[in-house]
């Protein structure tokens, strides 16, 4: 099995209900660790071109950087949690490079951390 990885960093705020209680507004360094993962390699010797996933990853991010994610789709509505987060990026992440990927490779995973040491993981 081959993995790359690909990470983008954005700054956003959110407000978390937790237990009913709603925090008060804070901002974070988001970091996203995009995994593609597949057993085979193409012509060229690669997974995938990580140039692909990066530009795709980075507009997807788009709308969040330095914004409120509780004011942002898919999040109002929505508690707008690091694992909703990783959830929403992989979902799109998939959507857009599924005919680039397909048959040999795969979205695996997105990794988000909010801070050094807090980390959630949507894997598919």
């Given at each position: 099995?081959?993995?790359?990885?690909?990470?983008?960093?954005?700054?956003?705020?959110?407000?978390?209900?937790?237990a009913g209680q709603r925090e008060p507004l804070h901002g974070h360094n988001f970091r996203v660790?995009?995994?593609?993962?597949?057993?085979?390699?193409?012509?060229?010797?690669?997974?995938?071109?990580?140039?692909?996933?990066?530009?795709?990853?980075?507009?997807?991010?788009?709308?969040?950087?330095?914004?409120?994610?509780?004011?942002?789709?898919?999040?109002?509505?929505?508690?707008?949690?690091?694992?909703?987060?990783a959830r929403h990026i992989a979902d799109q992440l998939t959507a857009s490079l599924d005919e680039?990927?397909?048959?040999?490779?795969?979205?695996?995973?997105?990794?988000?951390?909010?801070?050094?040491?807090?980390?959630?993981?949507?894997?598919?």
């Amino acid at each position: 099995m081959y993995e790359i990885t690909v990470e983008r960093e954005f700054c956003a705020a959110h407000a978390l209900s937790v237990a009913g209680q709603r925090e008060p507004l804070h901002g974070h360094n988001f970091r996203v660790t995009a995994t593609i993962a597949g057993e085979e390699l193409d012509h060229d010797g690669l997974l995938c071109d990580f140039h692909t996933v990066n530009a795709v990853l980075k507009e997807i991010c788009r709308p969040f950087v330095n914004a409120n994610l509780n004011d942002v789709e898919p999040f109002i509505g929505l508690n707008p949690t690091a694992e909703q987060i990783a959830r929403h990026i992989a979902d799109q992440l998939t959507a857009s490079l599924d005919e680039s990927l397909a048959p040999a490779a795969r979205v695996a995973s997105v990794r988000v951390s909010e801070t050094t040491g807090c980390t959630a993981i949507y894997r598919r």
